[in-house]
C-alpha cells in the first residue's frame, strides 16, 4: 500500500500528458506564422538540446540517449538496469541514475514521462505489471535524488508496443526496456527566460 501511495500523484499526471499531445499539434503550426512564438520554439529546442548533450556527456555511453523531434528520450535495457525477471536495480543502474537526476535536477522545467516494455513470452498480465512496477521503481529512485514527483508520470504496457519484432533473442531483449521520455515545460520554461530578460 505504501508503494501505491507514493504514486498516487504520479498516476493523476498521466492525464496531464495526454492533454498536452492533443495541443501541440495546433501550437506547432501556429508558430509558423507568429514571430514570438517561433522565437520561443527555438529557445525551447536550444535548452532541448543542451540538455540532450549534459545527459551524454553525464552518462558516459551507459545509457541510449536520443534527441527527437519534441525532446530527449533515454531507453534502459533491463538485462543492465535490472535483476532478472525482477524491478530489483542493479548498482549499475543506481550510478547511472544518479547521473541522470543530477542533469534533471538542474532542468527543473521539463516533465518526464516513463514507460515499462516486456517482450511477448510468458504470461502478459505478469509482463504488463512488471513493465509498471519497473517503470515506478525508475520514478522512484530519481525521487529519491531530488526529481520532483509532480514532473513524472509512469506507464506500463507489457509487450502491447515493442520496437521490433519478438521473433529473435536480441528482438525481444530490445523489447524489454525502459523508456524515459523528457519534454519541456513550456510555459515553465518561458517564464524563465521572461525572468532573466527582466533581470538585464
Known amino acids: 500500500m505504501k508503494?501505491?501511495?507514493?504514486?498516487?500523484?504520479?498516476?493523476?499526471?498521466?492525464?496531464?500528458?495526454?492533454?498536452?499531445?492533443s495541443s501541440k499539434k495546433?501550437?506547432?503550426?501556429?508558430?509558423?506564422?507568429?514571430?514570438?512564438?517561433?522565437?520561443?520554439?527555438r529557445k525551447i529546442g536550444e535548452m532541448l538540446d543542451r540538455l540532450a548533450t549534459d545527459l551524454i556527456n553525464a552518462t558516459t555511453?551507459?545509457?541510449d540517449i536520443i534527441r527527437t523531434s519534441d525532446g530527449i528520450n533515454i531507453t534502459f535495457q533491463p538485462d543492465?538496469?535490472?535483476?532478472s525477471s525482477s524491478e530489483k536495480l542493479?548498482?549499475?543502474?543506481?550510478?547511472?541514475?544518479?547521473?541522470?537526476?543530477?542533469?534533471?535536477n538542474r532542468y527543473p522545467y521539463t516533465e518526464i514521462f516513463i514507460e515499462g516494455h516486456a517482450d511477448s513470452t510468458g504470461n502478459q498480465l505478469n509482463n504488463k505489471k512488471?513493465?509498471?512496477t519497473r517503470a515506478k521503481t525508475v520514478a522512484l529512485y530519481l525521487k529519491s535524488q531530488g526529481v520532483v514527483a509532480e514532473r513524472m508520470a509512469i506507464a506500463g504496457y507489457g509487450a502491447t508496443r515493442p520496437l521490433v519484432s519478438n521473433a529473435t533473442p536480441e528482438g525481444r531483449r530490445k523489447n524489454r526496456r525502459v523508456?524515459?521520455?523528457?519534454?519541456?515545460?513550456?510555459?515553465?520554461?518561458?517564464?524563465?527566460?521572461?525572468?532573466?530578460?527582466?533581470?538585464?
Open 61 to 63: 555511453g551507459k545509457a
Open 26 to 41: 495546433t501550437a506547432s503550426s501556429n508558430r509558423k506564422k507568429d514571430p514570438v512564438a517561433a522565437d520561443a520554439a
Open 90 to 104: 542493479t548498482s549499475e543502474a543506481t550510478n547511472v541514475l544518479n547521473d541522470i537526476s543530477g542533469v534533471l
Open 3 to 21: 508503494f501505491l501511495r507514493q504514486f498516487a500523484s504520479l498516476a493523476m499526471v498521466i492525464a496531464m500528458f495526454a492533454a498536452c499531445n
Open 179 to 200: 523508456l524515459v521520455k523528457i519534454r519541456a515545460n513550456e510555459q515553465k520554461f518561458l517564464a524563465t527566460q521572461t525572468q532573466v530578460a527582466g533581470t538585464n
Open 80 to 83: 543492465f538496469y535490472f535483476e
Open 130 to 132: 512488471l513493465s509498471e
